[in-house]
């Protein structure tokens, strides 16, 4: 369900690309938060959704990746690598599907994911695009000015443009974050597609004094910008 930014963004392309015609799937990575997917609601939008299931040989992905990276509740071990959250078996599956649906083109939520890209011209060639959703290399400034240690994925500039190099275009949300990127892969390969929800504005004299509603998701960054 869109209950975050980036799900929002991510619901708002799939009802675009699907009101104009086109066929749209979606392969899912299993995450800590699966529980509250509605993976039923999402078969119903799309020409198929597959979460992918973790072979049994790498079970407890994340919980190993965690404590390899020093990253429990408090601790920062540093950037984290590009590649470090998309294991070799959710990319070998990636591959499997594009070689069997044959789309015409292929999209990847976050930079930590670009590994899906890897060898897909040997199997189907395709379009491919890397959806940004931030710019990685900039979150650790924003931890460190809140006084915080990292809490979610962040990695270096060399490491966030390795992952962006593997996709024919990428896209920004704001302008700003477009110009970076475009000095990160050049200034062909980036397009700026906002956010598309319809705005709604509320008539002036419903307005009160002194009163502010913030819509955003439940994280540590949004809850201390409340401080």
């Not at 086109?22 to 799309?46: F, K, S, T, Y």
């Not at 299931?53 to 994340?62: M, S």
């Not at 920062?76 to 959710?90: Q, R, S, T, Y």
């Not at 789309?103 to 890897?118: G, I, N, Q, R």
Request: charged letters at 25%; one cysteine or more.
């Amino acid at each position: 369900p869109p209950t975050a930014g980036n799900r929002t963004r991510i619901a708002a392309m799939v009802d675009y690309l699907v009101d104009t015609g086109h066929e749209v799937a979606m392969l899912l990575l299993p995450a800590v938060d699966r529980a509250g997917w509605d993976v039923a609601g999402m078969r119903e939008r799309l020409a198929w959704c597959e979460v992918a299931e973790e072979p049994a040989r790498a079970r407890g992905f994340w919980a190993r990746r965690a404590r390899a990276s020093g990253r429990r509740a408090g601790t920062d071990a540093g950037p984290i690598g590009v590649d470090d959250w998309c294991p070799e078996w959710f990319r070998a599956r990636a591959r499997a599907r594009v070689a069997a649906w044959k789309p015409d083109v292929v999209v990847v939520e976050y930079v930590f994911l670009s590994a899906c890209l890897e060898g897909l011209a040997a199997v189907h060639p395709c379009v491919t695009v890397i959806d940004t959703q931030d710019l990685m290399h900039r979150r650790r400034a924003v931890y460190d000015a809140i006084g915080l240690p990292p809490q979610w994925f962040h990695t270096t500039y060399a490491e966030e443009r390795r992952g962006l190099a593997r996709a024919d275009l990428v896209l920004a949300i704001q302008d700003e974050e477009a110009a970076v990127l475009r000095e990160m892969v050049g200034p062909g390969r980036v397009l700026r597609v906002a956010h598309a929800r319809p705005l709604r504005p509320a008539p002036l004299e419903a307005a009160r004094p002194g009163r502010l509603l913030l819509v955003a998701s439940y994280n540590d960054v949004n809850v201390r910008g409340l401080a």
